[in-house]
């Protein structure tokens, strides 16, 4: 018969640093060489492509999710379940994600990350350039994939040498905004 076992939240905080630190280092390495094999504009245009298609089938997947569970994907949904598939261990727990509401009438939150080892890794590379490619396209397109109502701005981000990363988070009023 198995036994469970109660990992100390310091572990699983480690583990899911450690996990991210080897994602950022696959992005680095395909992106590196996409661009060194192809040329940059070449090379960045189909990571950019690939980039956004992984956003975009997390945010469907996310979307999926939450209609198995009886919720309509609408930007109110979407935005309170934003990120629900990230690890909360080392992610929101662990590293002092603060998520806090716009102010009327615009609805949506600011979410201030003040330490992501995805962007600790790429600064330490000297890549800082991908790893904004890779923010840059991705978290807009997690929302395009689930509601495309709901918006991403980066107002800073870690990888432009910011001290946080700052995200308004919101639901796009007009055609204009969409």
């Known amino acids: ?11 699983a905080v480690e583990a899911t ?12 390495h395909y992106a590196k060489t996409l ?7 070449e090379g960045e245009r189909i990571m950019r492509k690939a ?3 992984f956003g975009y089938e997390r945010g469907a997947a996310q979307r999926r999710a939450m209609e198995s ?5 609408s930007p109110e949904n979407v935005l309170s379940n934003a ?4 690890p909360s261990l080392g992610r929101v727990q662990g590293s002092g ?9 615009r609805k949506g939150y600011l979410l201030r990350i003040p330490r992501c080892e995805l962007a600790k890794t790429w600064r330490e590379l000297g890549a800082s350039d991908i790893g904004w490619m890779y923010c840059s396209v991705v978290d807009q397109a997690k ?11 980066h107002v800073k981000n870690l990888c432009r040498g910011d001290d946080c990363c700052l995200q308004r988070v919101y639901i796009a009023e007009s055609e204009e905004e969409k």
């Open 69 to 73: 569970q009886g919720l309509e994907p």
């Open 51 to 53: 980039l956004y298609s």
């Open 143 to 153: 929302y395009d994939g689930c509601n495309p109502s709901v918006k991403l701005e």
């Open 1 to 11: 018969m198995a036994t469970e076992k109660m990992v100390p939240l310091s572990e």
């Open 17 to 28: 640093r450690k996990l991210d630190r080897i994602w950022a280092l696959v992005h680095y």
């Open 83 to 86: 990120m629900g598939d990230l």
């Open 35 to 41: 661009i060194e094999e192809l040329g940059p504009e």
């Open 97 to 105: 994600w603060q998520q806090e509401p716009l102010d009327p009438p």
